[in-house]
């Protein structure tokens, strides 16, 4: 089997079904920590407030903007260009409807495809170099999460580099990038793109049932 | 003669043969043949035309059959640019070496009280704009001397992929060189205005042949020379690879060849001062990557470099109060001047 | 209603003498590491397992400690204060345990130790680090979680610890028991107020606090003044009158749910309906929310702050009070009523009906700063410089609204903030809630 016909079979089944069983798998041993029932009255309802910590949770809270222009600016851009480029980006969509879901979409015209990629660069960039700047998180970061930022940032760039779409290596090269992505993910911090959901849900509720506006 | 000295003698250099390459006659030759067809050939390329020639067809150079002034830069990308950019980015280095081994590191003893320098976004941004700064020379001397470094290595059908990936990588990552040039620009200019001991700071050579250690304020002389470089060469390559970026934007194919010179010479240039900046910043002055990467500087470091500027923190108290960790304290005015401490 | 300053000094100077009154808790280390693990894991839901997973180490939550505010180490970042629970999650209760635990390391008594001054010297479980991030997490109830971890352990600071040993052991703290409380209140009969102790039957049952006994004697005498003029059928009571519960601020739950306890089950047994909580921040919570937990059902009354009461009573035209000279005033909600409770409308409502100007801090409501010597900072000895940071950035806030006079409704909080205020000669004033309320009163008092 060349390199070619592994990254471009066997090695997606493996990756694909790592990261869907990884992913449910995680979630599951969350949920099923088990819940701890709170027989105190309520003060307000905890759905509103579950659903208020997941929605409210986008914008900083008042007076915390000023100190945090970097992690917002660097945050926002790089999540929502990643968020672009994956959903909308042409070749991403074109590998959406032939190898995955069997429909596609309209994709990005190019010229936001390229101002999504500056944006998705620039942010994760900027957060990297926070990370390893700031003492803050100079003292609580983890292998991890470099580990996960650096493999962000090569699936990032090999998909770059491809963009000419000229030549088989570099399309593979960023296959191959993606899959291990893929398969990293569930066992990292890259999880954060699902269980924060849980988390600002289970704050929200915890916190509107004592009726304070999470 | 210090280092950048030497470097704007080679700036000037590789102008002059830019230059040179403009003006190519003819050689002599002894008996004259005829060319019958060199009526028709002079016409074709727009040789001694009274008016340029028209034509049916709407576009850019749609009345150009075929395009002179990119064939000169072809003639003058591997005749000359290629072959000088190769000197100076093989010499400088080497001149480097060559300074360290003779003069040494610039030593520090350390006092061990810290002085803030600079702030988280100083830092930030200056990685950024190091980093994007890094991976496009890396890029652009890949396709710069490719052809002669990696093909005899790896072969043509490696390189292939080596250069689309180069062009592909580069194009994308330039618009954010602008970006980050611009912040840094920003957060930087105020303590780069010059000023007289910055040219008395440069004509005694930083201190560095021998003589007393000039006076310098927060930056010396030669750091201002490097940053105002920095500025205008930065500049020049942005706006040019901008319109490199989306030639179809071009109003004519003539700038756009201008626009590949100017990057080019302007990238050659600032990549060959990179390393002047790089080894001093590293290697060069012991107790100086401190200051970007942590934000602090050891305050004998502070006296012996930039004399005028630690006076100017011991009279603030800057120095006595401070503890170790202030270095995230963000600079919110942007002029790199701290505001109060909070305890 | 001016502290006497005095009294004040001669309190803080008795604290100082704590740490000597405390009991060892030698133990033998594996047992520490033991002990500590137990409580994680009881106390590991997926609540906070979806935390313990969700945190991306952004550092934002240090951006909203006041501790890491004011001082900028790095140390303060209130996730960090969580590593060792975070640890042991990973690697024997998490997704993949099996995997974490060949590259994670094990929690050792080292690092309990090490964990002591972050978890109890620099963190008042304010929760402003929980509302500040961005994934979520509720870092200030998984400190609580430390707490109860670390006391298992043993590894109580000891002017802590001396106060829970004694709450403990024989149900006072610092010392104030039933007789005292009778002291106080044969104090206030004998300048003529009516005072129900011990009723075999009563609707609301109010708690009082060492502090108003001892020296915020102006709250007590207020509380018993707006119990009076509202006609409430009140009483307080000798064997469970304190409403500050050492066991929930040194994290030793055992006299955590005897300090609750012994309060609901007097409450229930004169049938009440209403359990009223003194100006104190902690105790607040530790009826309102955690008691019924402990108790294994829910209560059969309500429990309210004081400041709660006195806001629904004056929104609701019950109570009436006298408009006083309109001065602007601005208002600290304490950390574990507002943010941590929920109250925050009510006490504004009693400023406005005291004819105040209240003039919000820049950090106010929910993201309000902490005073920086709650939970039980201000036994412990080695807080000290941390209270102070906690109270030069109040002062800023405070001084940031131009108002002449801060107001809260917490004797904690009300602590710090006047020896900072003697720290630093602050021109500012610091009044208590319940108070302004005992002095505008419209209408009879000493009697109900």
């Not at chain 1, 998705?120 to 292998?143: C, D, H, K, Q």
């Not at chain 2, 850019?60 to 830069?73: C, H, P, T, W």
């Not at chain 2, 040219?199 to 750091?223: I, T, Y």
């Not at chain 3, 520490?32 to 009881?42: G, Y």
Request: charged content about 20%.
């Amino acid at each position: 089997m060349t390199l070619a016909e592994l990254v471009d079979g066997p090695l997606w089944t493996v990756a694909l079904s790592v990261f869907v069983a990884g992913v449910a798998w995680r979630l599951l041993v969350l949920i099923g920590t088990g819940w701890k029932r709170d027989l105190s009255h309520p003060r307000s309802g905890s759905l509103g407030g579950a659903i208020r910590g997941v929605v409210g949770r986008f914008l900083p809270r008042q007076g915390m903007a000023g100190r945090l222009r970097l992690h917002l600016v660097a945050g926002y851009l790089f999540h929502l260009g990643l968020f672009a480029l994956l959903f909308f980006a042409a070749p991403h969509v074109d590998f959406y409807r032939d190898r995955l879901f069997g429909f596609g979409w309209t994709p990005l015209p190019h010229w936001a495809f390229v101002l999504a990629a500056e944006a998705a660069f620039l942010g994760l960039m900027l957060l990297w170099l926070n990370r390893v700047l700031n003492p803050v998180t100079r003292l609580i970061s983890e292998s991890g999460d470099h580990a996960a930022s650096v493999l962000t940032f090569l699936v990032m760039l090999t998909g770059c580099l491809a963009l000419a779409r000229s030549h088989e290596t570099l399309r593979l090269l960023h296959f191959f990038v993606v899959e291990l992505f893929m398969i990293y993910f569930p066992f990292s911090r890259l999880m954060h793109s699902f269980s924060f959901l849980l988390s600002r849900a289970a704050q929200g509720a915890h916190y509107g049932r004592r009726g304070v506006r999470v | 003669m210090n280092a950048y000295g030497l470097l704007w003698g080679l700036l000037l250099a590789l102008l002059s043969t830019a230059a040179q390459a403009q003006n190519d006659t003819p050689p002599q030759s002894g008996i004259w043949i005829p060319n019958p067809g060199a009526d028709l050939w002079k016409a074709v390329r727009q040789r001694g035309q009274p008016e340029p020639s028209t034509t049916q067809v709407q576009g850019l150079d749609s009345n150009q059959l075929i395009n002179v002034a990119g064939e000169k830069f072809r003639d003058w990308r591997r005749e000359r640019f290629i072959r000088y950019a190769a000197y100076l980015l093989a010499g400088v280095p080497v001149v480097i070496l060559i300074f360290h081994l003779l003069h040494g590191a610039m030593k520090l003893e350390p006092s061990g009280r810290k002085l803030l320098r600079f702030d988280l976004y100083d830092r930030v941004a200056h990685w950024l704009l190091a980093t994007v700064f890094l991976f496009l020379a890396f890029t652009g001397l890949l396709m710069l001397f490719g052809r002669f470094v990696i093909v005899p290595w790896l072969g043509l059908d490696a390189f292939s992929p080596i250069a689309s990936a180069s062009k592909e990588g580069h194009n994308l990552f330039g618009p954010l060189f602008l970006v980050a040039l611009l912040w840094v620009f920003l957060r930087f200019v105020a303590r780069n205005l010059p000023a007289w001991r910055d040219v008395v700071w440069l004509l005694k050579g930083g201190g560095v042949l021998g003589g007393e250690h000039p006076s310098a304020g927060f930056f010396n002389g030669g750091e201002k020379l490097w940053f105002w470089s920095l500025a205008v060469f930065g500049l020049l390559l942005s706006l040019s690879g901008l319109l490199l970026d989306f030639p179809s934007y071009a109003p004519s194919r003539e700038l756009l060849v201008l626009a590949l010179v100017v990057h080019g010479a302007a990238a050659v240039i600032l990549v060959a001062f990179s390393f002047g900046h790089i080894y001093m910043g590293t290697a060069g002055v012991e107790g100086t990557l401190e200051g970007m990467r942590d934000g602090t500087v050891d305050a004998n470091w502070a006296r012996q470099h930039h004399d005028q500027w630690y006076d100017e923190m011991v009279r603030e108290g800057r120095l006595e109060a401070l503890p170790e960790a202030q270095e995230n304290r963000v600079d919110e005015t942007g002029t790199g001047q701290l505001g109060e401490g909070r305890t | 209603m001016p502290v006497d300053m005095n009294l004040f000094r001669g309190f803080v100077e008795q604290i100082r003498q704590l740490p000597a009154m405390a009991q060892p808790t030698d133990m033998p280390d594996p047992d520490r590491v033991r002990a500590a693990k137990a409580v994680f894991a009881d106390k590991l839901d997926a609540r906070l397992a979806s935390h313990l997973d969700a945190c991306v180490h952004c550092g934002v939550c240090a951006e909203a400690c006041h501790y890491y505010v004011q001082s900028g180490d790095p140390r303060y970042t209130p996730i960090h204060k969580l590593e060792p629970l975070m640890r042991y999650w990973r690697r024997e209760k998490g997704p993949f345990a099996w995997l974490q635990r060949l590259i994670t390391r094990d929690i050792s008594e080292q690092d309990l130790e090490d964990w002591q001054p972050l978890v109890y010297d620099s963190c008042t479980e304010c929760g402003r680090c929980s509302f500040a991030c961005p994934q979520g997490v509720d870092i200030a109830s998984m400190v609580g979680v430390m707490r109860q971890a670390l006391a298992k352990a043993g590894l109580i600071p000891a002017g802590l610890r001396a106060v829970e040993q004694e709450q403990g052991s024989r149900g006072t703290v610092f010392g104030v028991g039933g007789e005292q409380l009778m002291e106080a209140v044969e104090a206030l009969r004998a300048r003529g107020y009516e005072v129900p102790v011990d009723k075999e039957q009563a609707e609301v049952l109010v708690l009082s606090s060492t502090l108003d006994i001892l020296l915020f004697t102006d709250a007590l005498e207020s509380t018993v003044k707006v119990m009076n003029h509202l006609g409430v059928d009140w009483s307080i009571h000798t064997c469970a009158f304190e409403g500050a519960n050492f066991g929930m601020l040194s994290g030793y739950e055992e006299v955590q749910e005897a300090a609750s306890e012994r309060i609901i089950r007097e409450a229930i047994g004169c049938g009440a309906r209403v359990v009223i909580i003194p100006e104190c921040g902690h105790a607040y919570p530790a009826m309102r929310w955690d008691a019924a937990n402990e108790h294994g059902e829910p209560l059969p009354f309500d429990v309210m702050a004081i400041s709660e009461f006195l806001g629904r009573e004056v929104m609701a035209g019950r109570l009436k009070l006298k408009s006083g000279q309109r001065r602007p005033v601005t208002y600290h909600d304490p950390c574990k009523i507002g943010r941590h409770g929920g109250v925050f409308d009510e006490p504004r409502a009693v400023l406005d009906a005291l004819g105040l100007e209240v003039r919000e801090m820049p950090a106010h409501h929910e993201m309000n700063y902490c005073c920086g010597g709650g939970a039980g900072l201000f036994v412990i000895d080695s807080a000290k410089k941390n209270r102070e940071l906690g109270f030069d950035l109040k002062r800023e806030q405070v001084e940031a609204t131009g108002a002449s006079s801060l107001v809260t409704a917490c004797g904690s909080c009300r602590l710090n903030f006047l020896a900072g205020a003697d720290r630093v000669h602050w021109d500012r004033g610091i009044e208590s809630l319940v108070e302004l309320v005992g002095e505008a009163i419209d209408g009879p008092v000493r009697a109900g």
